[in-house]
């Protein structure tokens, strides 16, 4: 009798009673993904591709590599890692197959930042812009996995699929190829050499005056990152990008222009069809956009003497694993750097004991517990440690 039921019940539905049993909605990524594996080798005949992807790298072009955290760098030192970088660090590894979960969740992105509009005038400016904020956090979540390699095989059509400046201050081109050059874990957090790290080196501190080096303690505790931060990287961004072709570096100028001619037809849609005013959206909606992203790069790095040491793990709740689409185990993602976003929680819980050994125990368990201890108290000093 009981075969007979279940004969009667469709693959889908037999996937979705089973899945009832066995998993949270904090797992709802790898969920998705095993209910689309469920489907492709149910139905074969309606052109389902087995979801099995590595991923595809691309290498940097650290011509323009730089910091968009502001900091100094020394661009013929990059210049000279980027022609000693082995492949399988900034290399490509090639993709098996479309992935069905990403495509499924650049729709959802895409949709939740339209529905934040159209809802912005009904829920009021401040739950409104809250809301829209999200969004285009979630954004920018989704450009950090469109750039190592998914949905496709095509550097083409992921670069496209990222171009849309919802999240308004740099262009996506620029934040994969400092982000990619970030790659290079025997270099992590190394001031000068590492695009994204939070650290400076002993001598550039000391050449900071009073205001200076407050604001680099100041970044090192939660409020300071949030509301401080996006100041600190969007000012000597900008600022850069318009010194450069007066020293005749033109290397950048094809990527802003694109970027900023998208931003602006953004913003007078906006304007128009939604009644945003353009400095709404950018201070409003976008810089605490940008400051909710920081929190993840808050303390997901530190110095230390093993490369493996310097990765966090970060044991979220649901919510914010799929705001980050789950990059707060960022060991996982530094040692898979191609791992999709929806298997990276599952490999993360089959190895716990083994990553959690590899990275030195460097483990904080959830972005609450960084808010209680370290609002207004630094998490550790800005100046580098382990400097060679």
């Known amino acids: 009798m009981r075969t007979l039921e279940r004969q009667k019940k469709g693959p889908l539905a037999r996937a979705l009673e089973k899945a009832a ?16 594996s469920r489907l492709q080798r149910s139905q074969p005949g309606r052109g389902w591709r087995r979801i099995f992807v590595h991923a595809r790298m691309r290498r940097p072009n650290m011509a323009v ?9 020394n661009q013929a030192r990059i210049h000279s890692l980027a022609d000693e970088a082995p492949v399988s660090t900034v290399g490509a590894m090639r993709s098996a197959a479309i992935e069905w979960p990403t495509w499924a969740l650049i729709v959802v992105v895409h949709a939740a930042w339209l529905a934040a509009v159209v809802a912005l005038p009904v829920l009021g400016p401040l739950a409104g812009s809250g809301l829209l904020a999200l969004a285009c956090c979630w954004h920018m979540s989704l450009q950090h996995e469109l750039l ?18 919802l999240a308004a201050w740099y262009p996506y081109d620029l934040y994969r190829d400092t982000h990619l050059a970030h790659h290079r874990d025997e270099l992590l957090t ?7 790290s939070n650290y400076v080196s002993a001598d550039h501190y ?18 300071g990152r949030v509301l401080l931060g996006p100041a600190m990287v969007i000012l000597p961004t900008w600022a850069d ?7 005749g ?16 037809g953004l913003l007078w849609l906006l304007q128009q069809q939604a009644s945003i005013h353009p400095l709404h959206y950018l201070l409003g909606v976008c810089y605490p956009a940008l400051g909710l992203a920081m929190l993840r790069s808050f303390y997901e790095h530190r110095p230390a003497e093993q490369a493996a040491h310097r990765v966090v793990v970060n044991e979220a709740g649901w919510f914010w694993r799929w705001l980050f689409l789950n ?26 004991a083994e990553v959690l050994v590899r990275n030195g125990g460097f483990l904080v368990p959830g972005y609450g517990s960084l808010l209680r201890r370290h609002a207004l108290r630094p998490i550790d000093s800005p100046v580098h440690r382990h400097q060679p």
């Open 21 to 36: 049993h066995r998993w949270g909605p904090g797992d709802m990524p790898l969920l998705f993904c095993r209910l689309l």
């Open 148 to 165: 190592h390699g998914h949905p496709t095989r095509s550097e083409r059509i992921n670069r496209w699929l990222g171009l849309l400046p």
């Open 206 to 223: 000391a050449r900071l005056g009073r205001a200076g080096r407050w604001l680099r303690h100041a970044q090192r505790t939660v409020l």
């Open 190 to 196: 190394q001031p000068g050499i590492d695009p994204e």
């Open 65 to 73: 590599a730089q910091p968009l955290a502001g900091f100094a760098h």
């Open 327 to 352: 990059n707060n185990y960022h060991a996982v993602h530094h040692a898979q750097p191609g791992l999709p976003w929806w298997r990276i929680r599952r490999e993360y819980l089959a190895r716990r």
């Open 241 to 247: 990008m318009l010194r450069r072709p007066l020293r």
């Open 249 to 264: 570096d033109f290397s950048q100028l094809g990527c802003w222009l694109q970027h900023l001619a998208l931003l602006a």
